[in-house]
């Protein structure tokens, strides 16, 4: 395990990709082969090569740009599998480490590294438009940088973030008449003032179910009211609104 700021050098591979192999899977994963993901992936397999081989681990990200995608083509951690947890800091870092014992490996891009790359450079710190950049050369750094403009160090994980909290008991929303976790209070997060939706009353619809339910947009079922008004929480309850 490197003490700090160990650098890395070595071949142009991403994984198991060549750097053309890593284009197109990343293209076809992510919509395009961003500069972010590619110099992710050389990041991300930095970090895995000096993390003990043999080790069922876990990625916390500190980005939401890119990186993730980076994690989640090169190894078994995913946002959905609950092994990669992100921690939007606004750096672009990614860490692997023992999900057992959070030892593990962070990996940076170091600014101070770039000088000799004047695209990457000034991608990474947009110093130049999108509209400038050139893109081609962008790339050919990259590949020729690789692994090189990255700096890995040892890390701990804070003890309170290894392992996954239970969901603990699961009720029904007395409001939407969803399922959520009890613990979140009398009813969900969502009718609890924290939906990230506009509309003021949710609309269920039955969404073409085998081809016989209505078109969304359509009629809505009734099942949007609030079956606790007195104490309702749901901003939009009707009884509310009329209430003396
Ligand atoms: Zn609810």
């Given at each position: 395990m490197p003490k700090l700021a160990e650098p890395l050098y070595g071949a142009g591979t991403i994984g198991p990709y060549t750097f053309e192999e890593f284009l197109e899977v990343a293209a076809a994963f992510h919509g395009t082969a961003s500069p972010g993901l590619m110099l992710g992936g050389f990041m991300v397999d930095a970090a895995r090569r000096i993390l003990p081989h043999g080790i069922l681990y876990d990625a916390l990200v500190e980005?939401?740009?890119c990186l993730p995608d980076a994690v989640q083509l090169l190894t078994p951690p995913t946002y959905g599998n609950g092994w990669m947890q992100i921690h939007n800091l606004g750096r672009f870092s990614v860490s692997l480490f023992?999900?057992?014992?959070?030892?593990g490996v962070r990996a940076w891009i170091d600014p101070q590294r770039l000088g000799d790359w004047p695209e990457i450079q000034a991608w990474y710190l947009k110093t130049k438009r999108k509209k400038d950049q050139d893109r081609e050369r962008l790339f050919a750094e990259i590949k020729a940088a690789g692994r090189n403009v990255c700096l890995v160090s040892a890390i701990q994980l804070r003890r309170e973030l290894l392992g996954r909290p239970p969901m603990g008991r699961i009720g029904i929303c007395p409001v939407c008449g969803e399922s959520y976790?009890?613990?979140?209070?009398?009813?969900c997060r969502g009718c609890a003032?924290?939906?990230?939706?506009?509309?003021?009353?949710p609309r269920p619809v039955r969404g073409a179910v085998n081809g016989r339910g209505r078109a969304?947009?359509?009629?809505?079922?009734?099942?949007?009211?609030?079956?606790?008004?007195?104490?309702?929480?749901?901003?939009?309850c009707p009884s509310v609104k009329t209430a003396p």
């Open positions: 980005t939401v740009k023992d999900k057992y014992s959070g030892e976790p009890l613990a979140d209070g009398p009813v003032g924290q939906s990230p939706y506009a509309a003021v009353e969304a947009g359509s009629a809505p079922v009734d099942r949007a009211r609030c079956h606790s008004c007195r104490v309702c929480v749901y901003p939009n």
